[in-house]
Structure formats: C-alpha cells, structure tokens
C-alpha cells in the first residue's frame, strides 16, 4: 500500500505561483511507476494536469503547457508541480496518483484558489 500525501496548496492572486508536493511513502515505493497531477474544478470532473514516467518523461495538457512544470525527486519519493502564471480557472483540488502496476493509488489532495 503506497500512501501519497500532498501540500503547498493554498490561496494566490492571479499571476502567482504555487508549488505542490506529494510525498510517497509505504510499501514498495521503489517501484511506483508513472506520477501525476489531477485537477479537480469546482462541480467538474477530475482532469489530468500532467505525468511524469519514471524515467523523468512528462507530458501536460494543453492548458497547462509553459505554466507549469512536473517533476519528480525518485531517491526522496516526492513529486512536484510548479505552477507559475496561475489564473482563476486554474482553481480546485489538486490531487497526486501514482502507478504500481496493478494499482493506482491516489492522494486526499490540497486545495488551490486563484483569486482575479
């Protein structure tokens, strides 16, 4: 059992910055997989932000591309976005998961609000 446990969410104007952590522990952490970030707007349905493949490969959504980076510290298990140039729509629930293939574990996530 992989436990994720997110922070650094919290309240920014728009044009601020953020960096979100996930810390894993549990478990055979060694071979989590693939990590990523979820973003959860307000009455929306979760939508992926960005992942990370073990091997430091990323990807992100359109929305995202140049605001934000993913990235991943594999020797202290933590995962992290920065998200740079934030703007209203960027608020709600950010929530970490990672890949133990078969599973997929998930975060309680932390809360971002972007002020206008």
Known sequence: QVRLVESGGGLVQAGGSL????AASGGSIYSIG??????QAPRKARALVADITDGGRATYRDSVKGRFTISR???KNTL???MNSLRPDDT???YCTA???PRN???QGTQVTVSS
Do not use: K
């Not at 693939?34 to 973003?39: E, F, G, S």
């Open 99 to 101: 890949d133990q293939i």
């Open 19 to 22: 960096r979100l952590s996930c």
């Open 105 to 107: 574990f998930w975060g």
């Open 34 to 39: 693939t990590m990523a970030w979820y973003h």
């Open 92 to 94: 709600g629930v950010y």
């Open 73 to 75: 510290d594999n020797v």
């Open 80 to 82: 992290y976005l920065q």
